[in-house]
């Protein structure tokens, strides 16, 4: 089964939208299997935005992810991945579509209350970065007969 890594960023968590944000994943019919509310470290946040370092946003990611609690959580299901992006929305909330989470609660680029992987493989790194194995949870939820064939 897919899993991806989110993060409602410091926004999220002082707006109060933890739990609009769980709840549309929920509905979705994903599956929660890792959340801790955290504030990340500076050297886990250059970690995870490794692949922006030498851009000139980079110090100013690294600063706002770290400013705040942020809610991190793994998420599994067919093609969760994917789908989590199109819940998301675009990076910046002007372009993002009504709807999504981005569309409907964010207005700033800079300030876009939520992460997510961008790809399979990404994911698998954001989850181990993230969390340790032990911290996950292997459970069967029973709607899932409901949800998948």
Same mark, same amino acid.
């Given at each position: 089964? %897919? @899993?991806? !890594?989110? &993060?409602?960023?410091? #926004?999220?968590?002082?707006? =109060? ?15 929660l ?20 370092? %030498? @851009?000139? !946003?980079? &110090?100013?990611?690294? #600063?706002?992810?770290?400013? =705040? ?11 969760v ?20 989470i ?48």
């Amino acid at each position: 089964m %897919e @899993r991806t !890594f989110l &993060a409602i960023k410091p #926004d999220g968590v002082q707006r =109060g939208l933890v739990g609009e944000i769980i709840g549309r994943f929920e509905a979705k019919g994903f599956k929660l299997v890792g959340m801790k509310l955290m504030t990340a470290s500076r050297e886990l946040a250059e970690q995870h935005y490794g692949v922006h370092k %030498e @851009r000139p !946003f980079f &110090a100013g990611l690294v #600063d706002f992810i770290t400013s =705040g609690p942020i809610v991190a959580m793994v998420w599994e299901g067919d093609g969760v991945v994917a789908s989590a992006r199109k819940m998301i929305g675009a990076t910046n909330p002007l372009n993002s579509e009504p709807g999504t989470i981005r569309g409907d609660l964010a207005v700033n680029v800079g300030r876009n209350i939520i992460h997510g992987s961008d790809a399979v493989e990404t994911a698998q790194q954001e989850i181990s970065l993230w969390f340790k194995e032990e911290e996950l949870s292997a459970w069967t939820p029973s709607l899932t007969p409901w949800i998948v064939e």
